[in-house]
C-alpha cells in the first residue's frame, strides 16, 4: 500500500506561557480534610443518597461511600470548606471492593453556596474530568490553574453501574485583600514626582474582581506624553486600552476586548502581560494575544495610578467609560506593587477617595434560570380585586423569542414577551379592548434586540387609563381609556407555563409582582417548575469566537452557528477550506475524472495554500502545460522612468495577489520558481556604481543606481539571468555586453550609438530571494534630458509542490509512520491521499489520553472508508461507501475533521457525511 500524507490541523496556542505567579503562594499544598475528619460531617451535602451511603460517607478510603439514590445529571456532592482556600487539585474513589464508581464528573465552585461556576477548559466550555476505573483506586485531577472557593462541589456525569464517589480536596490557604468601591470611589499611587516616574518594557497586571454592574472603570494609568493603560468593564466584558506614545500618521492607540458575562456576582480572574508590544491577556483561564499597535514598545507613567476611577473622566484619553467600578476587586498586584494591600496600609503616595470599604461587601443579586421552555414559575399575585398592575424584573437570554410574563385578570389577560428580540407587550381587554406594542432596544449595537446577553430591566405599570413600560430607562407612556381588575384565583406566570406562548430561555432576577419583592429562594411548594435557583446559566458561546477564519458567530441557549459566507471556508465552524490546495490537487482531479487538458492549458483559479490553516484563499493561474502556477501583480505593464536621477530614488512597491504568508507556503513548497525581469534604457545606467554618495551625503544600503528588494526585504545586486552576489545582469555573466560593458548592457554609456533602447533581460530563478517585492532604480535625469528608462515585471512562477510529492510506501502490515497525538483545541482536519490494491487495512490511528478516547480512519473493504472516534461519548462511525473501488491503485483524497459541533468525512467527489457531536451534559442540563 502506498499512502501520501498531507496533514493538515488547525491548533490555536498562545505565544507565550503564561506565569501562575499569581498564586505562587500555593506552592506547598495539603489535603484538607475529607479523610481525616478535619471537615465536619455537617458540611458534605449531597442532592440525594442512599441508605447508609450518605454524603458523610463520601470521605477518602472510607469503608463505604456516597451514592445518589437517583442516577442522572442533577446529582452533586457538595463540600464546605469553611472558609475560602486556594485549591489546586482533587482526588476520587469509587466504593470499596464493588463495582460502583464515578467515570466522568464536573467540578463547580463557589464562595457564597448560591452563585457557582464551573472549572473550565481553554475553550471557556465546562471541564470534564476523568474519573475512576475501578472501586479501589486513587485518581487524582490536577488543575490547571488553582481556583479560590470556600465551597467545591461533585456533578457526576457517566459511572459504572451506580453513582458512588469518596473524594479529597488539596490545595492551600488564601491570603487577600479585598475593597468594595460604590461607582464613586477610587484609589490612586502618584508617580508624578521626582525619581518616581514608572518606564517599562515588561508589565504584568493582576487582580480578581466581582460585580453585578456591567460598565466601570477598574484600572487607569497615564502621562503627560500620551502614554495610558486602562481596563474597564463594557456591557460585560473587559475593555483593555493602552497606548505607548503617539506618532503623527501611525495609529498608536490599541484596544482588546476579553471575557463575557463578567458582571454576574461571581469573582473573576484577570492576568494581563505586556512584553514591549506583545499582548497576553488571561480572563478566567481563557488567554487571548494581540499586537499593541504603534512604533514605541516602552510604557511611560508620570501621573497616577487609579483602581476604581479617575477623578475626571470627561476629556481622558484612553477611557471610553463614563462611570467608576461598583463592586470588589481583590489582590491587584501591578509590577509588584500591592496596590490595594499599600492604600489599606496607607503607605506613603496612596490617596483613598470616596467610600471605599474594605472587605467584600458585595449582596449578590440572586437569579433564576430557565433553561427549558419548559421551565416557569406559577405565582399568586399578593394583592387582588385591585385596578392597578404592577411588574418588574431584570432578564437575560440569547434567545429571539420567549414568554417573559403572562396574568389573566378578571376582564382579560396581559402578556410579556419577546419576540425575534423585541420586546412586546399585550393587553387584551373584554369586549374589544387591545394593546399592542413592539419596543426595540435604542442599544445601535444591539440592532434593535434584547437577545444580546445583557442584563435588561423593565417595568411595566398599569392603572386607570394609562399603560407605562420602562425598558433599560426609557419609558413608553400610552393615554387610553381602560380598566383593569384583579383576581384572587389567577396566577401569574413566569417564563412560560402557557401552552400558547413558547417559553423563556434564560434568565431573570429582581422580580416583584405589585410592588412586592420576590425571593426565589423561597417560593411556596409547586410554584417551580425546572427553574433553578442561585445562578445564571447563561454561557457566552461566541467568545471566544468558536468560528474560525473570520466566520460570524450566532447562539441561543444550547448552541451555536456560524455564518461562513465570504470566507472561503465551511462546515460547522468554517474549518474546512472550499477551495483545492494547489493547481497540482486541481490537475489531479482534472485527469481522475478524464477532463481533456489539452484544450485548457491555462486557467484562473482559486486556491488555498494551507487549507483550513489561517492563510486565507487567493488568486492564481494555472499552468496545466508546463505544472506551474504564476502568482499576478499589479506592476505587470511596461512602466517608463523618468526625472529620478539620484541612485534608488525611484521606488516601486509590488502588490501581489498573494501576500507575504502565502508567497513563503508556495516557495516553500515550490520545486523551483522563477521571475522575469526587464530593464530597458537610453543613456540611463542600471548596476554601476553613482559617482557620490547621494543628495545630502546620504548613505546607501547597496552601491549601484539600480536594484531589487527580495522577499526578505534584502537588497539584490544581481539581475535577471545571472546569480546572486555577482553584481552583474546576465550579459556580464556571459561576458557579451554591448559596448564593452562589463556588468550589464545598460552599463554603457551613449545608447544615441545604437539608435535604440538598450535591454538587460532574463529569469531570477534563486527562490529563496523571489518574488521582487520592490524595484529602485535611478539616473533617469530629469523630465528635459535625454536619459529615459522603462522596466517589466512578470509574474512570479513555481513549478511542482513538494506536498504531492512527499510519497511514503508501506510494504509490510505492521509498518507505520509515528505523529504526535492529534490533539485540537477548536478543531482540526486530517487529510491525506492514498492507493493501494489491498481491501481492507487502517490508513490512520491515533489513542487518546483519556479513557477510551481514539480516532480511525480505515479502508473497511473495497468500496468503504470508516473514520472512528470516541471522544468520551462512545464510539462513533462515519461511513463513506463509494460508486468505484478504491483500491484500484489510484490516488484518492481522504479529508476527515472534528470540531466542537461536528465530525465529517469526505472522499474527494463522494458525499461530505456529517454526524453531530454530543453536547456536553453541562450545556443541555443544570
Known sequence: MRVKLVLCCFFMATLVSLSTSQYDQCRITWPFGMETGKIPDDHIHATTYSYQRGPKQSRMRHRSSWQASRNDFKQYLTVDLSIRKMITQVATQGMRGSQYWVTDYYVQYSSDNVTWSYVKDNNGDPLMFVGNKDGNTIEYRRFSTPIVARFIRFNPQRWHLYMSLRVEIYGCNYYSTSLTFDGNSRIEYDVSGANENIQTQTDVLKMRFRTDNPNGLMFFADSNQGDYFGVELYKGQLKININLGSWPTIRSESRLYAGSLLDDSQWHDLEIMRNRQKLIVTVDRLTINDTINGTFWRLDLDRKISVGGVKTYLGRRGVTTRKGFNGCMENIL????????????KLPRFFTSGNTTQFCQLRPLIPITFPSTLSHLKLLPTTTGIKTFSMSLDFRTYNLGGMLAYHQIENGEITVKLDKGRLVFYIQL???IEILETLESRDSEARGSYADGLW???NLHIEENKVIMILDGFTWVAQRKISIQTAADKNIFIGGGISKEMGFVGCMRKLTLQGTPYNVNRLPAGANTEAVNGTCGL???????????????????????CDCSDTGYTGATCHMPNYPLSCNAIKQELIRIGDDLSQVTEERKTIDIDGSGYLPPFNVTCNYKDDEMWISHANEDVTPVNGFQ??????QVIHYDANLYQLNEV????????????????????LSSPPTKGSGGEIRRINQFGWWVSRTYQDMDYWGGSTPGSKKCKCGLEKRCQGGATTCNCDRTGSEVFERYLVDSGFLSYKDHLPVM?????????????????????????KGDNLFDDVVTFRKVDAALEFGTFNPLKGGDIRFQFKTTASSGILIMNRGELNGDFIEVRLVSANILQFRFNVGYGIQVLSQSTAYPLNNN????????????QASLQVINSQNLKVNQALQRSLSQI
Open 334 to 345: 501591578f509590577n509588584d506593587i500591592h496596590l490595594l494591600r499599600d492604600a489599606v496600609g
Open 430 to 432: 373584554n369586549p374589544n
Open 456 to 458: 435588561h430591566s423593565m
Open 539 to 561: 454561557r457566552d458561546r461566541c467568545r471566544p469566537n468558536p468560528c474560525e477564519h473570520w466566520g460570524r458567530c450566532s447562539q441561543d441557549w444550547r448552541t451555536f452557528r
Open 646 to 651: 539620484e541612485a534608488g530614488s525611484y521606488r
Open 667 to 686: 516557495i516553500r513548497r515550490a520545486v523551483t520558481c522563477k521571475q522575469h525581469i526587464s530593464y530597458s534604457c537610453w543613456n540611463s545606467r542600471l
Open 774 to 798: 520592490e524595484l529602485r532604480l535611478g539616473d533617469t535625469g530629469t523630465l528635459v534630458d535625454s536619459k529615459a528608462a522603462k522596466y517589466q515585471l512578470g509574474k512570479l512562477m513555481c
Open 890 to 901: 489510484k490516488w484518492h483524497t481522504v479529508h476527515t475533521e472534528r470540531n466542537r459541533k
